[in-house]
């Protein structure tokens, strides 16, 4: 994935990593929080009208703002003020917050509670009139952050990039090609670098073949960097990322074939239509066929029957007559 970046040198907000990438806040509720955090504090908008703007629908609203407050961004007091009406109160923060510290953060002047101390811990001694204070601190200078907590590990550096989703796919077809062409030997510190770039052929739908003819063909007799060359050639001949219509179009799907397919109806005497795949043209199901043998073999031993006795009684009329 190739990427161009500029950074915004007016009318941005920053927007940490851990909001942007958080794994449990759907992508309506990180658009509501960002949109919320990005005001001025001159403007005081309720969460329902920020939804509105962002155009998003009343059960993606309600989805997003119950995990907004389930993970701590999002605090909520219902008052009652005059005349009995009732009012509520909301708190949006860039960072998670407790129930205490939303508290301490909605009324400033009021400090979070602070558990007493047990046994094992030591009480922490109340400063008396001899030790120093802190004062205000003077018009300019930077105040602590009072509530709220960030990540555990915070450097001036960004965050490093999830994994490709196919990166591990890419590394085996570099290796795979690194031990058939000894003009591209790549060490496996090579092979992890650049598996991104043959994960990103794979995922715009390159094959393994088009990858290896890209990697091999046309090479030059003398290589003093395998890496280098392979980097090169990733980046270069990338194939195009696949458009909006290709994505959509669907693969058209060969009608499978019906199972009655190929099968007739019994001629028969049967109570319901009676379905049978012919063999060779018949126009009987088995057990008709079966039964119409039964009758015939029956038939015929009758006729044999009656055919014998009529010549029983021939031979015995002749027998009478000579007599």
Same mark, same amino acid.
């Given at each position: 994935?190739? /990427?161009?970046?500029?950074?915004?040198?007016?009318?941005?907000?920053?927007?940490?990593?851990?909001?942007?990438?958080?794994?449990?806040?759907?992508?309506?509720?990180?658009?509501?929080?960002?949109?919320?955090?990005?005001?001025?504090?001159?403007?005081?908008?309720?969460?329902?009208?920020?939804?509105?703007?962002?155009?998003?629908?009343?059960?993606?609203?309600?989805?997003?703002?119950?995990?907004?407050?389930?993970?701590?961004?999002?605090?909520?007091?219902?008052?009652?003020?005059?005349?009995? /009406?009732?009012?509520?109160?909301?708190?949006?923060?860039?960072?998670?917050?407790?129930?205490?510290?939303?508290?301490?953060?909605?009324?400033?002047?009021?400090?979070?509670?602070?558990?007493?101390?047990?046994?094992?811990?030591?009480?922490?001694?109340?400063?008396?009139?001899?030790?120093?204070?802190?004062?205000?601190?003077?018009?300019?200078?930077?105040?602590?952050?009072?509530?709220?907590?960030?990540?555990?590990?915070?450097?001036?550096?960004?965050?490093?990039?999830?994994?490709?989703?196919?990166?591990?796919?890419?590394?085996?077809?570099?290796?795979?090609?690194?031990?058939?062409?000894?003009?591209?030997?790549?060490?496996?510190?090579?092979?992890?670098?650049?598996?991104?770039?043959?994960?990103?052929?794979?995922?715009?739908?390159?094959?393994?073949?088009?990858?290896?003819?890209?990697?091999?063909?046309?090479?030059?007799?003398?290589?003093?960097?395998?890496?280098?060359?392979?980097?090169?050639?990733?980046?270069?001949?990338?194939?195009?990322?696949?458009?909006?219509?290709?994505?959509?179009?669907?693969?058209?799907?060969?009608?499978?074939?019906?199972?009655?397919?190929?099968?007739?109806?019994?001629?028969?005497?049967?109570?319901?239509?009676?379905?049978?795949?012919?063999?060779?043209?018949?126009?009987?199901?088995?057990?008709?066929?079966?039964?119409?043998?039964?009758?015939?073999?029956?038939?015929?031993?009758?006729?044999?029957?009656?055919?014998?006795?009529?010549?029983?009684?021939?031979?015995?009329?002749?027998?009478?007559?000579? /007599?």
């Amino acid at each position: 994935m190739l /990427r161009h970046v500029i950074a915004p040198t007016r009318f941005f907000t920053q927007v940490s990593n851990e909001i942007i990438r958080h794994p449990r806040l759907s992508a309506e509720a990180v658009r509501l929080l960002t949109w919320q955090i990005s005001f001025p504090d001159s403007v005081d908008e309720p969460l329902g009208a920020t939804a509105d703007r962002a155009e998003i629908k009343k059960t993606a609203f309600t989805r997003a703002k119950a995990e907004l407050v389930a993970e701590g961004y999002l605090h909520e007091w219902s008052e009652q003020v005059e005349k009995g /009406r009732w009012v509520t109160i909301q708190l949006i923060s860039n960072v998670p917050l407790t129930a205490e510290q939303a508290t301490a953060a909605r009324n400033p002047g009021v400090s979070p509670t602070v558990a007493e101390p047990t046994v094992d811990e030591p009480a922490v001694d109340e400063p008396t009139a001899s030790e120093p204070t802190v004062g205000e601190p003077t018009v300019g200078e930077p105040t602590p952050r009072s509530v709220g907590r960030y990540q555990e590990k915070t450097t001036g550096a960004n965050t490093p990039h999830p994994p490709h989703p196919l990166a591990e796919r890419g590394a085996q077809a570099l290796a795979a090609v690194s031990r058939g062409e000894r003009k591209l030997r790549l060490a496996p510190r090579d092979i992890a670098q650049l598996a991104p770039l043959a994960a990103e052929w794979l995922l715009r739908g390159a094959t393994l073949r088009e990858l290896r003819e890209a990697l091999t063909s046309g090479l030059p007799e003398r290589i003093n960097s395998p890496a280098g060359l392979t980097r090169d050639r990733l980046v270069r001949k990338m194939p195009d990322p696949p458009s909006f219509a290709d994505q959509r179009a669907v693969e058209p799907v060969e009608p499978t074939t019906p199972r009655v397919a190929g099968m007739r109806e019994c001629r028969g005497d049967h109570m319901h239509p009676y379905l049978f795949r012919p063999v060779d043209g018949e126009v009987l199901c088995r057990d008709c066929r079966q039964e119409q043998a039964a009758e015939s073999q029956n038939d015929a031993s009758g006729a044999i029957g009656a055919a014998l006795r009529g010549g029983s009684l021939v031979r015995a009329a002749l027998r009478g007559g000579q /007599r």
